[in-house]
């Protein structure tokens, strides 16, 4: 189980499960840490936000960010292990340059051929050129 992997040290401090990285709540810019800043993975530990009823206890990896109703960053998780989704505010302190690769994904592996947006926008009504 991962969670065994990841010793609490003290004071809310950890030892990411993920990438090895000595994690303290110092610089999250709340009370509460709920990932790493530096590959941004967390752990499957709960069903509902604290109640570490979640029995996988998998790493969860940071797979997109969204934008909340007050423009607060969040990040998406998914469980290597089971699958489950969970939203996470984004800390202070996260790697940014983490955070924007994440961001853009979608720009640079988009779900559909690029060779194809012409055909593809031509279906959806309109001209099918870019020119």
């Known amino acids: ?3 065994q992997k990841q010793k609490n ?3 809310g401090a950890f030892v990411c499960a993920a990438c090895g990285a000595r994690v303290t709540p110092e610089g999250a810019g709340s009370a509460q840490r709920n990932h790493c800043p530096e590959c941004l993975c ?3 530990l709960d069903t509902q936000p604290g109640d570490r009823a979640a029995g996988c206890g998998g790493v969860m990896e940071a797979v997109g ?5 007050k423009g607060e960053w969040a990040l998406i998780h998914r469980c290597r292990i089971c699958g489950c989704l969970h939203s996470n505010r984004i800390a202070a302190d996260d ?3 983490k955070l924007m690769s994440i961001a853009m994904r979608p720009l640079f592996e988009p779900p559909f051929p690029l ?3 012409e055909e593809m926008t031509a279906l959806m009504g309109g001209n099918g050129s870019l020119k």
């Open 42 to 44: 967390s752990l499957h």
């Open 1 to 3: 189980m991962a969670y």
């Open 9 to 11: 040290i003290k004071n």
């Open 95 to 97: 790697n940014p340059i």
């Open 65 to 69: 960010v969204w934008v909340r109703h």
């Open 115 to 117: 060779e194809r947006i």
